[in-house]
């Protein structure tokens, strides 16, 4: 499967973005997808992961309540709507997809099987 991320960019305090992760090579049925983020200097961490199968979604604390992740059987797309963002939400985003993703390692980077090539999302104060 390769994964193809999107729609990152420049925005204001308390403004909006609509991250895509588009999948190829072959379904996503059965996968785990998750966005995880990397702000320089820091460690890449989770951000949302949602189970295709079921459309059971998981958050970070830090993000609860403002992203939401879904997906889009028919395109094979993953999406994070970023809502109020603010300046702590500048990072490289990336997405990442597995099989057989259990509860316990789903917030893990070491859970997943394949990452997108990340897009840059820029929040200024």
């Known amino acids: 499967v390769q994964l193809q991320a999107s729609g990152g960019g420049l925005v204001q305090a308390g403004g909006s973005l609509r991250l895509s992760c588009a999948a190829s090579?072959?379904?996503?049925?059965?996968?785990?997808v998750a966005w995880f983020r990397q702000a320089p200097g820091k460690e890449r961490e989770f951000v949302a992961a949602?189970?295709?199968?079921?459309?059971?979604?998981y958050y970070a604390g830090s993000v609860k309540g403002r992203f939401t992740i879904s997906r889009d059987n028919a395109k094979n797309t993953v999406y994070l709507q970023m809502n109020n963002l603010k300046p702590e939400d500048t990072a490289v985003y990336y997405c990442a997809g597995g099989l057989g993703v259990i509860t316990t390692t789903l917030r893990a980077v070491y859970g997943y099987n394949y990452w997108g090539q990340g897009t840059q999302v820029t929040v200024s104060s």
């Open positions: 949602i189970r295709w199968s079921g459309g059971i979604t």
């Open positions: 090579g072959r379904t996503l049925s059965s996968n785990t």
